[in-house]
């Protein structure tokens, strides 16, 4: 089945140390993002990379870094700059940016990450 | 950014009400998304809106694309337990960089 998978779903990590997420869809979609989820807000855009090989700071990219050298992955790193990285991270993805139906975007199911 | 506020936050109904919640922003949106989220998944897409007026069913779910482009409304009739969980209106404003902008949610309590 298609789909986004996304992992691990549970990380804990110590401070200073840097984390990376795992993204990979078989959608054959050309965009890509990550969101940051915390209790009682909104789902707030970190990166989202609309091709390979680019991809653009979204409104919370601070002490975060991605790639796209494949169309499948979009990897996310924690790195030890992020102040308070300990929340929910989603990644989606979307056919495009173009075109009238590329609003829907396809979560995966998250990675929880603690830092102790 | 655009602002976008979800109401209510929270929501305690009983099994077989029905309930509505919604959106309203302060920009133009030329569409409108609702997902579901259950605890520790990734939201589901539920209804697409592209129109304003627009008006879409699924099942027991529907939604409306409000004429003044600026807010959306979703209804669910005849709840029931598995209806339980987070729902997120999101938006994409005309004329913008083209991204969804999510609202804060609205956490769904159906009780026996």
């Known amino acids: 089945d298609g789909g986004i998978t996304q992992s691990p779903k549970y990380l804990f990590r110590k401070e200073g140390q840097n984390v990376t997420l795992s993204c990979e869809q078989n959608l054959n979609h050309d965009a890509m993002y990550w969101y940051r989820q915390d209790p009682g807000q909104g789902l707030r855009l970190i990166y989202y990379?609309?091709?390979?090989?680019?991809?653009q700071k979204g409104d919370i990219a601070e002490g975060y870094s991605v790639s796209r050298e494949k169309k499948e992955s979009f990897p996310l790193t924690v790195t030890s700059a992020q102040k308070n990285p300990t929340a929910f991270y989603l990644c989606?993805?979307?056919?495009?940016?173009?075109?009238?139906?590329?609003?829907?975007?396809?979560f995966g199911e998250g990675s929880r990450l603690t830092v102790l | 950014g655009q602002q976008l506020n979800q109401s209510p936050q929270s929501m305690f109904i009983q099994e077989g009400e029905d309930v509505s919640m919604n959106c309203t922003s302060s920009s133009i949106f030329n569409t409108w998304l609702w997902y579901k989220q259950d605890p520790g998944e990734g939201p589901v897409l539920l209804i697409a809106l592209y129109k304003a007026g627009e008006l879409t069913s699924n099942g027991r779910l529907t939604a409306q694309f409000g004429i003044t482009r600026k807010d959306s409304f979703l209804n669910i009739s005849a709840s029931i337990p598995s209806d339980v969980g987070i729902y997120f209106c999101?938006?994409?404003?005309?004329?913008?960089?083209?991204?969804?902008?999510f609202g804060s949610g609205t956490q769904l309590t159906v009780l026996p």
């Open positions: 999101a938006g994409r404003a005309s004329g913008s960089a083209r991204q969804l902008t």
């Open positions: 990379s609309q091709i390979v090989n680019d991809f």
């Open positions: 989606a993805s979307s056919r495009g940016l173009a075109g009238i139906n590329t609003g829907e975007l396809f």
